[in-house]
């Protein structure tokens, strides 16, 4: 029976490389299957993954409707007998629902690879979906890393090296962007480089990021406690407007 499986995980766990992976092994035992991506770091119509991986893919927009993709390709003689559906929590809740159709429909495998929340620990509409309606969620094991060892959790945008935690849901990283919004709509963080960062819990609620931390190795004196839990301390009463002064 065919299923509709969600891979999750965080940024740098190995979706990508996954998905890659998935559609070599099901394409060498002959099966036929079309490969979608939306928002690729490498650009439009691409699967790519950080190891340097990448691949064509057909590119999701707002007018992609799956069923009506595997009917003009199955009427046309085309085999499909999967999908291969990166970056899914860019997907709208019904293009999610169009998937799961095509499973029960068609009985077309379909393996959707996503990030469950966004920077701000919010959950996508499209990975809420497929939380929803998967036959199967499997957590990535390729744990990826904070900047101080520990497991990986939440994915933080970074605007320069310092964490944000206001903006547009979707703005692809690891560019310069010019002030205003970029060709698809979404905003953007004037000439400054948008990153992403991912960090373990703690890390995340302190919003002290590889930068912050580098900032704070780079000092002349070193402290004999927790020099980020002061920076979060420091960040909560600078909100407030209160000050303190410690001997």
């Known amino acids: 029976m065919a299923e509709l499986i969600f891979f999750s995980g965080t940024m740098d766990c ?10 070599h ?5 002959g099966r036929g299957g ?14 790519s993954s950080r190891l340097g991986l990448q691949t064509d893919a057909v590119e999701v927009t707002e007018a992609t409707d799956f069923w009506d993709e595997v009917v003009r390709r199955r009427t046309t003689g085309l085999r499909v007998d999967y999908l291969i559906c990166d970056e899914a929590q860019f997907y709208s809740p ?19 690879f996503g990030i ?6 919010a959950l996508f509409p499209g990975s809420q979906r497929l939380i929803e309606l998967a036959d199967r969620v499997q957590v990535l094991q390729v744990e990826a890393l ?11 945008r970074t605007v320069d090296g310092i964490m944000v935690m206001e903006g547009a849901q979707v703005v692809v990283g690891d560019v310069a962007m010019d002030e205003g ?21 703690r890390h995340y609620m302190r919003r002290v990021t590889a930068h912050g931390a580098d900032l704070m190795a780079s000092k002349d004196q070193l402290l004999p406690f927790d020099v ?8 909560g009463t600078h909100a407030t407007g209160t000050h303190e002064q410690k001997a």
């Open 14 to 23: 190995g979706k990508s490389t996954l998905a890659l992976q998935m559609d």
């Open 94 to 112: 019904l293009q999610v629902e169009q998937l799961a159709r095509v499973v029960d429909e068609m009985d077309v495998d379909v393996f959707a």
């Open 181 to 201: 919004r970029d060709s698809a709509g979404h905003e953007t963080a004037g000439t400054k480089t948008v990153g992403y960062e991912t960090l373990c819990r």
């Open 116 to 121: 469950t929340a966004d920077f701000r620990t």
């Open 25 to 29: 092994n099901h394409r060498a035992r």
């Open 146 to 156: 904070c900047w101080c060892g520990r497991r990986a959790t939440h994915n933080a």
């Open 228 to 235: 980020d839990a002061c920076l979060w301390h420091g960040a």
């Open 34 to 47: 079309v490969r979608f991506s939306c928002n690729d770091r490498a650009g439009e119509a691409t699967i």
